[in-house]
């Protein structure tokens, strides 16, 4: 084992990054702090302490690391540009909500060491593969344990890593354990010994117990052995002996093995550990859909009040939550508008307490970041309260910044009969808003009847029913919505073209397949439940975006299960709010290239559909599925509470999220007192009455009989992205990013219910 290749220490900028530098943290224009920075001895945490703060010291991992900003790329480093230039500057960008690093250096020099040297950290952790993980994973175990840094680990040293490990075993199995692999009778471990030790611990029984059953002399599997095991339990078919060939190369380790086209226990485990022995299908994770169909054929990964990183009252307003809603493939953002004090328009969270940023900043953000992750199109959201002199502002900057990306004409000069596909529109920017007149221009040159997202609550009460309202309360409504609107900003608003809802039988009759409307949550809830098959009708060939209620100022979210099982496409949630709802999306979208665009089930996209979530069984071609998950074991959890002697009861609960006869939930029994290996064996059975629209959700909690249980990890899939067979679950922390090596081994099994 070779950690000082693991962390590239011969590199010069990766020596300056250990040696160690005093940057400046700036968090505002006011506060900006020295700290002490350096990367430790493993080549992949960087440590950091204020100089006052005595023996308190904060640190991160190199993986939690998503890449470095160079210059004045923050708002925070803007702000204090005239103090700071940019060759002094640089942004550490986290994955996830976690707040990014702003940094100041005291040389170009010094900026540039920590620039590459953490690029080439990150490019490093990111391209090792499972060997290299699993060495760098038991260096860094040794690293926690050596407390005095000899370079070896007694055994009253290993007992305190167990705990740290979440094991708890008794004092004689340990100190067999160590016994076992101190060879030279010193009383400690080396590195080396300790690996020895490390692989002892960590052996799983249950997979040598699967190996086993397909491995004819039980040292390895001969090819047509693992040709059977894929056939047999992992249901490939014919693609296995094909299959098995591929496996051996990628994973086993042994060169002996490999010339008799065989695979060691070693490669075994770790193929079942890798992407491919994942639940989730990786070639589901590639684009592979349809991109051609009307964009109402599609679910759109989309963000409520995106410009917003806490709540909805006091929350701070940010261009980094356009940046982080983006690069989670979000395809529709939305801005709030209001004028500005000094003639440019700003955006924040009218009549409240939230910070206000400029709408060409926002912009500018867009043009920047809204096809880094996804080239299919952005549509921008815009919640206009501006006066008609600051919409012409708007109109400016979106024509003037954008430039070609901005879409302004249709096409292909055709009033469409239906709206373009995701591919037709690929790298472009749609303007959602109110318009003049339709497609065809004409009619008043100012006015509007169309209604924001707050006048649309408002109306709520006053369409509580999902049948055609009279003529005069129509009328009514049109004439208390009109609103001055400015000729330059209505042109810009091509396929998006925002109306007021009246009903289904109205939008049926009279409504353009480029105008849509907003839903309140509760109001597409009431519809849902009222007119299901009528609302899947209407989103053939409408889009409907339904967002949150505006009581929660919390920025908590609704289910989205509900709006998609009735076809919405653009269901907003606050994307900086984790969550059950926000593991759903991130469920959802995790296929297809993760685009932000998934094709809607063949029967969400007939106009002429009866499909009806309340009633699956009386759809065509209605063929439900028996779901049975044997949960077998747990590796290497993380601990919820980091006192050393706190050890997790793990257990494991699959939560079913679709049409609601498919809403249900099973969880096996808790484990006493271990985190790092328990064994559960126990099935959980399900029946999936529309596999098209379910997702499956496997939650790890800590059990507490007297208080709630605390979360220890998730991961949320669709249920056709799932692998049959022997499959590990990649668990993931509560803000959706990943925890490894944490995970689940189970056993999948997918029939057709007879």
Not at 59 to 67: P, Q, V, Y
Not at 96 to 113: F, H, I, K, Y
Not at 668 to 673: A, C, E, G, P, R
Not at 736 to 742: A, E, K, L, M, V
């Amino acid at each position: 084992m070779d950690p000082e290749g693991l962390c590239i220490r011969d590199d010069p900028h990766v020596r300056a990054m250990m040696a160690g530098s005093t940057l400046r943290k700036v968090k505002s224009r006011l506060w900006k702090k020295q700290r002490h920075f350096r990367l430790l001895e493993d080549g992949l945490t960087i440590w950091y302490k204020s100089r006052w703060a005595g023996r308190g010291h904060s640190t991160f991992s190199i993986s939690d690391l998503e890449a470095v900003r160079e210059g004045h790329q923050s708002e925070v480093l803007l702000s204090i540009a005239e103090e700071f230039p940019a060759d002094l500057c640089f942004t550490l960008v986290f994955h996830g909500r976690q707040r990014n690093l702003d940094l100041v250096a005291e040389s170009p020099e010094e900026a540039q060491a920590w620039i590459q040297g953490v690029r080439k950290l990150i490019h490093k952790s990111q391209t090792m593969d499972e060997k290299e993980k699993l060495d760098q994973w038991v260096w860094d175990w040794f690293q926690k344990a050596d407390k005095n840094k000899d370079g070896k680990m007694n055994f009253k040293e290993v007992r305190k890593l167990l705990k740290m490990m979440n094991v708890d075993m008794n004092e004689e199995h340990a100190l067999y354990l160590f016994t076992m692999a101190d060879k030279s009778e010193s009383g400690s471990l080396e590195i080396e010994q300790f690996v020895h030790f490390y692989k002892m611990l960590t052996q799983r029984d249950e997979v040598w117990t699967v190996f086993q059953d397909y491995s004819g002399d039980g040292e390895k599997l001969m090819l047509e052995e693992l040709e059977n095991f894929l056939r047999m339990e992992q249901q490939e078919g014919e693609h296995s002996t094909q299959h098995a060939l591929e496996l051996i190369g990628r994973y086993e380790p042994s060169e002996s093995a490999k010339k008799q086209v065989a695979m060691s226990f070693d490669g075994f485990q770790m193929y079942l550990c890798s992407q491919e022995g994942s639940i989730f299908n990786p070639e589901h994770g590639r684009l592979h859909q349809d991109m051609s169909q009307p964009l109402s054929h599609y679910f759109i990964s989309s963000s409520h009040n995106t410009y917003l990183l806490e709540d909805q009252l006091r929350g701070l307003s940010s261009l980094e939550a356009y940046i982080q809603a983006l690069k989670g493939g979000c395809r529709c953002v939305e801005v709030d508008c209001w004028d500005g004090s000094d003639g440019e328009p700003v955006v924040y969270h009218g009549h409240t307490l939230t910070s206000k940023i400029l709408f060409r900043d926002v912009v500018s953000t867009l043009k920047d970041y809204a096809f880094k992750v996804s080239d299919f199109p952005v549509i921008l959201s815009l919640e206009n309260h501006c006066g008609v002199e600051q919409q012409t502002v708007m109109a400016q900057h979106l024509r003037q910044i954008l430039g070609d990306i901005l879409l302004t004409n249709l096409l292909d000069g055709l009033i469409p009969q239906q709206l373009p596909s995701p591919q037709e529109l690929r790298g472009k920017i749609l303007l959602k808003a109110k318009k003049i007149g339709g497609l065809g221009g004409g009619r008043d040159e100012t006015l509007t009847d169309e209604v924001s997202d707050e006048d649309e609550m408002a109306n709520d009460a006053e369409s509580m029913s999902t049948e055609e309202p009279p003529a005069e309360s129509l009328n009514a409504n049109a004439k208390k919505s009109k609103s001055k609107l400015s000729r330059e900003l209505s042109d810009l608003v091509v396929y998006c073209k925002s109306i007021h809802f009246h009903s289904f039988e109205h939008a049926r009759l009279h409504a353009k397949c480029h105008e849509m409307s907003s839903f309140s949550e509760s109001k597409a809830k009431r519809l849902a439940k009222e007119a299901g098959t009528r609302f899947v009708q209407h989103n053939t060939k409408h889009l409907s975006r339904i967002y949150p209620s505006g009581l929660r100022t919390d920025s908590s979210n609704y289910n989205p299960q509900e709006m998609w099982n009735v076809g919405c496409q653009i269901v907003a949630l606050n994307f900086q709010t984790a969550g059950l709802e926000m593991d759903l999306n991130d469920g959802l979208f995790r296929q297809n290239g993760s685009c932000g665009y998934i094709l809607k089930p063949d029967f969400m996209r007939d106009s002429n559909t009866q499909f009806s979530p309340d009633k699956p069984e009386e759809r065509r071609g209605y063929k439900p599925l028996r779901l049975s998950i044997q949960v077998i074991s747990g590796q290497q959890l993380p601990k919820v509470n980091q006192k050393e002697a706190s050890i997790v009861d793990p257990l494991v609960r699959v939560e079913i999220y679709g049409v609601p006869q498919d809403q249900t939930k099973e969880e096996t029994s808790h484990i006493n007192n271990n985190g790092f290996n328990p064994v559960w064996n126990e099935t959980l059975n399900f029946v999936i009455h529309t596999p098209e629209l379910a997702l499956v959700r496997f939650l790890v909690e800590d059990y507490d009989k007297a208080t709630r249980n605390d979360f220890i990890g998730q991961f949320t899939l669709p249920f056709l992205c799932i692998q049959a067979g022997y499959r590990h679950i990649h668990l993931l922390s509560k803000d959706g990013t990943p925890i490894p090596p944490s995970s689940l081994f189970v056993n999948i099994s997918i029939l057709e219910l007879t």
